[in-house]
């Protein structure tokens, strides 16, 4: 059972957080507060698993009563502001919920609580820039009234659809969609993924095998490579060529 501490404000938004935690069975409601100091005095007395903390309330704001604590618990953030996103990805943070949220959403976001438990210990924040945390290679994706933190080196490729692009993540059966441009995630990009066509850019880490006319990623992905994208294509692909 993972202990949770409830906090928000606002006594609505705090009713429906402590239903939501009654019905996602490893979950266990510890105590639930309706500011931030009084979150603060339960802890001095008592531990959690995991914190969900609205961020902005009075006196003192979710984000930086996280960043008080000398070694936090597991963090998910509940908030009607999504520009506070990628502050609260900065101390590590477990995920990001945008209100009004859904009990699905809120699940998401519990499972990943659970895979965090299980996959590593809780690491302290530590108030070090992006550069020191390696957010340089970190992109923030909206994507359904979510904001998902995805490591450059997990995608795949990513697959341009009018105004959409779709996110190939490595060990995600389904993409991340969001409303971008292809032109606009390139810019964003390191510089080991390169545009093959139109419709795609591709990690050249992930590549398998190419051909004439493609790239094949894996068993099930063949993609085709633009004749207007061959030559730069070729001349990334020279810089680690070998053989005749």
């Given at each position: 059972?993972?202990?949770?501490?409830?906090?928000?404000?606002?006594p609505?938004?705090?009713?429906q957080?402590?239903a939501?935690?009654?019905?996602?069975?490893f979950l266990?409601?510890?105590?639930?507060?309706?500011?931030?100091?009084?979150?603060?005095a339960?802890l001095?007395?008592?531990?959690?698993?995991a914190?969900?903390c609205?961020?902005?309330?009075?006196d003192?704001?979710?984000?930086?009563?996280?960043?008080s604590?000398?070694?936090?618990?597991?963090?998910?953030?509940t908030?009607?502001?999504?520009?506070?996103?990628i502050?609260?990805?900065?101390?590590?943070?477990?995920d990001?919920?945008?209100k009004?949220?859904s009990?699905?959403?809120?699940?998401?976001?519990?499972?990943?609580?659970?895979?965090?438990?299980?996959?590593?210990?809780?690491?302290?924040?530590?108030s070090t820039?992006?550069?020191?945390e390696?957010?340089?290679?970190?992109?923030f994706l909206k994507?359904?009234?979510?904001?998902?933190?995805?490591?450059?080196?997990?995608?795949?490729?990513i697959?341009?659809?009018?105004?959409?692009?779709k996110v190939?993540?490595?060990?995600?059966?389904?993409?991340?969609?969001?409303?971008?441009?292809?032109?606009?995630?390139?810019?964003?990009l390191?510089?080991?993924?390169?545009?093959?066509?139109r419709?795609?850019?591709?990690?050249l880490?992930?590549?398998?095998?190419?051909?004439?006319?493609g790239?094949?990623?894996d068993?099930k992905?063949y993609?085709p490579?633009?004749d207007m994208?061959?030559?730069?294509?070729?001349?990334?692909?020279?810089?680690r060529?070998?053989?005749?």
């Open positions: 059972m993972i202990r949770c501490l409830a906090i928000d404000d606002e609505l938004a705090l009713q957080l402590v939501y935690i009654s019905k996602v069975p266990g409601l510890a105590a639930q507060c309706q500011s931030a100091l009084e979150a603060r339960f001095e007395h008592d531990t959690v698993d914190i969900f609205d961020i902005n309330m009075p003192l704001n979710g984000m930086e009563f996280v960043k604590l000398a070694v936090p618990p597991l963090i998910v953030f908030t009607a502001y999504s520009e506070y996103a502050e609260g990805f900065k101390v590590n943070a477990v990001y919920l945008l009004p949220f009990l699905q959403e809120f699940q998401r976001a519990a499972n990943r609580l659970k895979e965090r438990l299980v996959a590593r210990p809780i690491e302290p924040y530590t820039p992006f550069e020191e390696g957010l340089e290679d970190v992109l994507s359904d009234r979510r904001i998902i933190k995805v490591n450059t080196s997990d995608i795949r490729y697959e341009g659809m009018s105004e959409y692009i190939w993540v490595d060990n995600q059966p389904k993409p991340i969609i969001t409303l971008l441009s292809m032109t606009k995630v390139e810019e964003k390191p510089k080991y993924f390169v545009r093959i066509h419709s795609y850019i591709i990690n880490n992930k590549i398998q095998e190419v051909n004439k006319n790239v094949i990623v068993a992905t993609l490579i633009g994208y061959k030559e730069s294509f070729q001349t990334r692909l020279g810089e060529l070998l053989g005749n």
